[in-house]
């Protein structure tokens, strides 16, 4: 969209990028913002402070800070600085006891996270370090533990353990009550599309959907809901999920036909590589199913949105962000 304004003898081009508002973490956000950061797209990626794996958990520990694994591993998505920054970023300390599996890019933030006593603060630090354009946001500044609330009404405390527990999940909460961050508010109420990424579903996505202001906020855009659907399920999360039923659990926590598009793989995945993903990690692929998702009020929008890496099955990032941009064009 393009706005002229003529001041005297000069005419001033100024271009209004459509803005999104990609709730995720880990990976699946990661992936998603390699593709999205290649068009003229106002970013706002929010970022899930759960995890509590390897290197984050140790630091969360001995600083008492949220965790940064997530907020690290996606500013490096959105970086454009060059690939040997990158691998700087991504270097481990595996053969020291004191710094034993910590990243760079882990220390980094934990060092700026000292300095300046937030994220809010710590982050543009950081953005400017790898020259993003965009926002990151953690969905709170707080350090809150995830727990999982079971079909037999046990607690589960912790994202690592919630994704290994056996049992069915019925509810996704924190450990106690969690404020969000006032600048993910002011983002949803100006976002033009609003996007729920591929990545863990209820350790990725829903813990960024708990927090009463934050449902309170979307419930109130105009914005278009969408969802970005896994290739695969998650063992222990999402095993034997259908499109729609990753959907429905959003609704739940989000409200009744509260995504109202979804973006989804219908392209068959090769046989070897499924059987691979079966045997090796209890996962199968995600089936598209239409008639239920017409039922859920769902715009669907189907192609083939992978790709094989090394023998892996990835998001194909451009064409998922490609399509991303033509709903965002189609509402012009």
Known sequence: MFFFFVNYDKVVLVIYMKKIVIFGGGSGLS??????????????????VSDNGGSTLRLRKDFK?????????????MSNTDKDIINLMNYR??????????????????????????FANAIPVFAKLLDIEGQIL??????????????DDKKVYGETSITKTKKQIKKIIYDHKVKANPEV??????????????GSLLTSIIPNII????????????????????????????????????IKILNDYLGKNAINMVIANNYPIPQDLAEKYATEEQKDPVELDESELKKLKVK??????????????RHDTLKTAYLVFSILMEKE
């Open 211 to 246: 927090i009463p202001s934050v449902v309170e906020a979307i419930s109130k855009s105009k914005a278009p809901k969408l969802y970005i659907c896994n290739l695969m399920t998650q063992p222990g999360e999402t095993d034997n999920y259908k499109v729609s039923n990753h």
């Open 93 to 118: 300390f595996n053969h020291s006891r004191a710094l034993g599996n910590h990243s760079i890019k882990n220390l980094l933030l934990t060092a700026l996270l000292e300095q300046k006593g937030d």
């Open 185 to 198: 508010l002011a983002a949803i109420k100006e976002a033009d599309l609003i996007i729920f990424s591929a």
């Open 300 to 313: 669907i929008i189907k192609d083939k949105i992978y790709s094989i890496e090394d023998n892996y099955l």
């Open 31 to 48: 992936q998603m913002l390699k593709g999205l950061k290649l068009f003229p797209i106002d970013i706002t990626a929010v970022v899930s």
């Open 65 to 77: 800070i949220p965790a940064v694994g997530d907020i690290s591993k996606v500013l490096l998505s």
């Open 138 to 151: 953690p969905i709170t500044e707080e350090n809150a533990e995830l727990v999982a609330i079971t079909e």
